[in-house]
């Protein structure tokens, strides 16, 4: 199941200067990266709470991929 965000960010560009927009797009990566392992830490800990003691090896079966 794929979810897709989408947003109208065009207004909020114009407002930057040149040095920010020119670090927006690897701010924009490293947000999204962190975004990914937020679930991940939730869902583990819930693994934790629903299985009692859970091995490490169940606890880093929650994988997720980037899609390029």
Request: hydrophobic share 30%.
């Amino acid at each position: 199941m794929d979810r897709v965000i989408t947003h109208n960010i065009d207004t909020l560009v114009k407002q930057l200067d040149i040095i920010q927009r020119s670090h927006l797009p690897k701010a924009a990566e490293q947000a999204l990266k962190s975004f990914g392992f937020d679930p991940r830490e939730l869902l583990q800990k819930e693994m934790d709470k629903k299985y009692g003691s859970v091995s490490s090896y169940t606890r880093r079966s929650t994988y997720f991929r980037q899609r390029r």
